[in-house]
């Protein structure tokens, strides 16, 4: 793991918002000024090839990037633009909603929910 590298994760550590490389980057730049933009895309590359971060798509946005490994979802607030983590509930498998070709062995699995989050008064 490289120095930058490292600072890259730590910021995917300390707030767990999802965020995209240029928000990375500007975190980043407080703890290693002379970093630069294309640096933080290569570790965020380095990182998710070596499964230490994911990368989460939501449409035609920018990626984000995500440091919980644990397998969980994503729920995508169209409002805000925030982006939480959706775990699952305990002792049920994902398979068992799903209609899936037999002998199919789920070895990924990536669930993006778009919606909006109600707020009560």
Do not use: W
């Not at 946005?61 to 775990?87: Q, T």
């Amino acid at each position: 793991m490289t120095k930058q590298r490292k600072v890259v994760y730590d910021v995917l550590l300390e707030d767990r918002d999802h965020p995209t490389a240029q928000t990375i980057f500007e975190r980043s730049q407080a703890k290693l000024p002379t970093v630069s933009l294309a640096t933080i895309y290569n570790c965020l590359d380095a990182l998710v090839s070596h499964q230490v971060v994911r990368q989460v798509n939501v449409d035609r946005e920018p990626s984000r990037y995500c440091a919980n490994l644990s397998e969980h979802g994503h729920f995508h607030d169209k409002e805000s633009g925030e982006v939480l983590d959706i775990k699952f509930k305990p002792n049920v498998s994902i398979a068992d909603f799903l209609d899936l070709p037999e002998g199919a062995v789920i070895e990924d699995l990536e669930l993006n929910i778009k919606g909006f989050l109600k707020t009560h008064s």
